[in-house]
């Protein structure tokens, strides 16, 4: 079975000041992990994804997340947030499996920025 | 290049009628999902393709909702006698995936489903 539990449904900063959504998964097999946002009345868009290969991940729109096994935690960070920045961020476990693909999303956090 | 794309954008339908949903994956991909996004509920997956064959079935929350995919490019998630729980927006993506957990989905702009 695996899980992804989004820490956090509702983060609000400054813009300009650090962004961090808390993500924890829980999985009995090698998972691969993906952050994808969703802006409003967009459809959803990958921002980054890790790949059981470099444990620090860059994406687009300068955020990054950092794989860690030992917290099963994937937060995703960026050091400056823009204004462009507010939507709703989604963090993803994925397992394959024999053939067999399970996809489990997060609850999701909205992100908003205050000017 | 060209990219998931769905139908309708919206559907407003009654309640106890049927709906079709579609959905053209990218070209080439042979992997396609459906998922439901409902207010409060977050994305719920729904079912999986791999070509025209559904190995996992086990999101579809009732008999009334079944999907299909024929030559192995669009799918079709019908639900029938629609109740207004089935409100929701519904996400199609696809991937290139060959069984390998690390092939990206690239999602649809999704169908907004009202039932009144």
């Known amino acids: 079975a695996q899980s992804v539990t989004q820490l956090d449904s509702h983060v609000s900063v400054s813009e300009g000041t650090p962004v961090l959504l808390r993500c924890n998964y829980s999985?009995?097999?090698?998972?691969?992990l993906f952050w994808y946002v969703q802006h409003p009345n967009k459809g959803l868009q990958l921002l980054l994804k890790?790949?059981?290969?470099?444990?620090l991940v860059k994406g687009i729109n300068g955020f990054e997340a950092e794989f860690k096994k030992s917290e099963t935690s994937f937060h995703l960070t960026k050091p400056s947030a823009h204004m462009s920045d507010a939507a709703e961020y989604f963090c993803?476990?994925?397992?394959?499996?024999?053939?067999?693909?399970?996809?489990?999303f997060g609850t999701g956090t909205r992100l908003t920025i205050i000017p | 290049g060209a990219g998931v794309s769905q139908s309708p954008s919206n559907k407003v339908t009654e309640k106890g009628k049927d709906v079709e949903l579609r959905c053209d994956p990218i070209s080439g991909h042979t992997a396609l999902y459906w998922y439901r996004q409902s207010l409060g509920q977050g994305l719920e997956f729904l079912i999986y393709f791999q070509g025209n064959s559904a190995p996992d079935k086990s999101g579809l929350p009732s008999d009334r909702f079944s999907a299909e995919r024929t030559g192995g490019s669009v799918s079709t998630l019908t639900i029938q006698r629609t109740q207004q729980e089935d409100s929701a927006v519904y996400l199609c993506a696809s991937s290139s995936t060959s069984g390998l957990s690390t092939d990206t989905q690239y999602f649809g702009p999704g169908t907004r489903l009202t039932v009144l």
């Open positions: 999985s009995s097999y090698s998972p691969s």
């Open positions: 993803v476990v994925r397992i394959s499996n024999f053939g067999n693909e399970k996809l489990t």
């Open positions: 890790y790949t059981s290969a470099a444990t």
